[in-house]
């Protein structure tokens, strides 16, 4: 039996959709690329925005017409978030749908498969849950790890705490474990995942001691045969002294942190209840920056949050201009079922934050390019990660992208290259000895 599966949203997702292609694998199932190919097709969905959830809707829209007018036996599935948002809801507006997993049982989803031949699934709920299985990096450099499952922030625009429920922190030891069966496997760099990593506090089973991430670090650094290791997403409230220091001190953690600041204005942080003011965001990258001064910061930003003013918008753009992010993922507000802002008259229109989004595009495109322009000539650090298009494709230790030309097999490689060119913020390299 062949699957097919869609994956819509962050590196969580991701990373699901691996352990779901892992433990099919295991039964016996085809992953296959080409969902005409597929007797099942399982649509992993993401639901923090509007634009992420009408996208899949519209996917499982031309995906039901399909079945309906040309492969009745196709099974056609829902899993992750939307489907914990929607639930019962999705079943009705779809009757083409044979199954919908919220996100505490993807690890059934074998199983729900060979029921869902006969009946209709809804497995949908907020007690069972489970970690990851180790070892689903095959045939990868570079694997994401979840350290943490959901969170507890509710920052006033974000679903995330509804679909994905409360922090739950993975024991120290299974994390190390998963990394060590992942080195075994190829595997030469891990990004460790959460919401917000600057929480992570898994408890030990053996000493019974809890671990932060400082902590978590410090193990994993001792890894044999790991050469990097990343983690995302920091949140700024919770960043402490003793995890910079981390990144400075252990060799095998990049210097790369991916630090949203979602917006520049004090009036609309408090709105959104990130915990933390423009002045305390800009005093963190200044002393990240002077502990590590090699140190790529990259960002999220939401624009037109309900009351957002021209005033409040250029505070962004001036704190943009101020801290130079490396990257800046930008985005729309919209409102989200069940969150507190979603209460507010979401009053910023449409054009409006058309416009605003443009212009921050704009400006971070402007500053990528120098900054990319500024590292001609340089030697860098990279780890070869495939081969795309007659050329390696690469990550340097600040997750900058570098293409690489060589006719050797430079497949999972660590190397030192020189930057040559810069073609639209994309590097290109060539070895040095
Ligand atoms: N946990 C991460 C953090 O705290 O930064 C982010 C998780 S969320 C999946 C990724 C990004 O989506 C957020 O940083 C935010 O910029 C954006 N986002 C979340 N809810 C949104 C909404 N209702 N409208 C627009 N963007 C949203
Ligand atoms: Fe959403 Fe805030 Fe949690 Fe990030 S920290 S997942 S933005 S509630």
Redesign the pocket.
């Known amino acids: 039996m062949r699957v097919y599966i869609k994956t819509y949203g ?1 590196q969580m997702n991701q990373y699901d959709s691996d352990v779901v292609s892992f433990l099919l694998k295991k039964e016996g199932w085809e992953i296959v690329g080409e969902w005409e190919k597929a007797e099942v097709i399982l649509v992993n969905t993401c639901c ?2 509007e634009h992420a959830e009408n996208r899949a809707l519209s996917r499982i829209g031309v995906w039901g017409k399909y079945k309906r007018s040309k492969n009745p036996s196709l099974l056609l599935g829902v899993m992750g978030c939307m489907a914990q948002k929607e639930g019962k809801a999705l079943l009705e507006r779809f009757p083409f749908l044979d199954l919908v997993v919220g996100t505490y049982r993807i690890w059934d989803i074998p199983e729900l498969l060979k029921e869902a031949k006969n009946k209709k699934i809804l497995a949908v709920d907020s007690t069972y849950q489970k970690f990851p299985l180790p070892d689903i990096g095959e045939g990868k450099v570079s694997a994401f790890i979840s350290i943490m499952r959901g ?1 507890n ?1 509710f ?1 006033s ?4 705490p509804y679909v994905r429920g409360r922090e739950r922190s993975r024991p120290p030891e299974d994390i190390l474990d998963e990394v060590k069966c992942l080195v075994k496997r190829g595997v030469k760099e891990v990004t460790l995942l959460g ?2 990593v600057n929480s992570y506090r898994g408890i030990s089973k053996k000493k019974g001691n809890t671990y932060d991430l400082p902590d978590l670090l410090k193990e994993l650094n001792k890894v044999e045969g790991l050469y990097r290791i990343k983690f995302t ?1 920091s ?1 700024p409230k919770d960043i402490t002294e003793k995890l910079i220091y981390a990144v400075r001190d252990y060799q095998k953690v990049c210097e790369y942190i991916h630090l ?1 600041v ?1 917006s520049g204005s004090n009036r609309i942080l408090s709105l959104m209840r990130r915990g933390y003011t423009r002045e305390k965001y800009l005093s963190l990258v200044k002393k990240i920056r002077e502990e590590i001064p090699e140190v790529s910061i990259t960002t ?3 624009v037109g949050f309900p009351k957002e003013t021209q005033e409040d918008f250029s505070m962004t753009k001036e704190l943009m201009e101020e801290v130079r992010f490396d990257t800046a ?1 930008i ?6 079922p069940y ?1 507190s ?1 979603a209460k507010l008259p979401d009053d910023v229109s449409k054009e409006e934050k058309e416009e605003r989004l443009n212009e921050l595009l704009t400006l971070q495109k402007k500053i990528s390019e120098e900054k990319a322009e500024s590292l001609v000539g340089k030697v860098m650090e990279v780890l070869i990660e495939r081969k795309e298009k007659g050329k390696w494709l690469s990550k340097t230790r600040t997750h900058r992208t570098v293409l690489v030309e060589s006719g050797d097999n430079l497949m999972g490689r660590l190397l030192q290259v020189k930057i040559c060119r810069n073609h639209k913020g994309i590097l290109e390299g060539i070895p040095v000895e």
């Open positions: 962050c923090v925005r969170c922030n920052c625009y974000c679903i995330v919401q917000n997403t949140h949203p979602q999220d930003i939401i993922y985005f729309k507000y919209s409102p989200r969150t802002a």
